[in-house]
């Protein structure tokens, strides 16, 4: 029986087409699953969904109306998924819990020498062959210290980065990873460690604890030549308070690979269109700020591990096996 796979980019398609080779047909379509698309799922058991799809209760309400069974997420996180409703209806969800955290955390390292030694606006000041160097001036990094919020995988993998550059590592964590401790990171509460580093970078998940993590208070907390970089969920981030913070000038860099609303506009083209979204447009106009469309994970590497894993999984779902990877289970 055939699967329908919603958002998947084109790079992906051939992946994703050859992945499921022998084992399924598979129909990919490059449109997100939301309340409007849902009801193209109509008769497919199984459904493949990206990270950006809308998996709340009423959505899941129209899958299984029309006869869903099964979700297979091609992305690590899940808080765009409503579990209880999904238990609720018999819906077995999986989801891609491991694959290279280091193609999230180089692109975090990107971001974080972009925003410190001004590269966007370097390349295009010589493109207009303006080869003055005002404006600028980065700092070493070597020495400095480097704040990680969460230190699971991703964490883990920056931290190893960091400590290659000879940067002093601090951590904050529910949970102490010792590869982390072997490298020297220090472990701290979270006020100490904003208030120290000069660069702070976030990798937990997004969940009711973790929302607004980076709240007014916590920017407040920060140096004003910190750096921070999200490439780990734009909820993590009140984006309001941190636009409030870029008007009065703080910061060296920002780099944000997630944006709190960002559904609905990344992954997608929107460039012909008036911008709705007044925080996003004034985020971008800052010149210390770079963000991308969630893009942290897109390497031939990860999404060939996220979509080999979504074959294993919507196997695993047909004959009734259990893996780390099931958020609920197959009734
Ligand atoms: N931008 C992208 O393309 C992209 C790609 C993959 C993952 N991500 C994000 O990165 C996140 C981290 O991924 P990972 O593979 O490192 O996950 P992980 O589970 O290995 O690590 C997460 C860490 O966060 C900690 N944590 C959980 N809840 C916490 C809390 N309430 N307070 C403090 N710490 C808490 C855990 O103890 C763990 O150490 C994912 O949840 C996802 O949101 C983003």
Redesign the pocket.
Known sequence: MEILAFGVQADEKPLIERAFGDHEDVRCLDVFLNEDTAPIAAGYEIVSTSVNADLGADVLEILAAGGTRMVAQR???FNNVDLATAERLGMTVARVSYYS?HS?AEFAWALAMAVNRRIVRASNRTRDFDFRLDGLMGRDLHGRTAGVL??????EAFARIAHGFGMRLLG????E?PACAELGMRYVPKDELLARSDLITL?????A??RHLIDAAALKAMRDDAILIN???GGLIDTAALVGELRAGRFAGVGL??YEAEAGLFFLDKSLEAVEDDTLARLVTFPNVLVTS????YTEDAVGQIVDTTVRNVLDYREGRRSENVLVPRS
Request: avoid cysteine.
């Open positions: 992305s690590t996180g955290p999230v969460g230190t699971g995988k991703i964490g904050w964590d529910v949970a990873n990798h937990v998940p997004l969940m604890e973790t490439s780990s969920r690979d997630v969630h893009q942290a994970y």
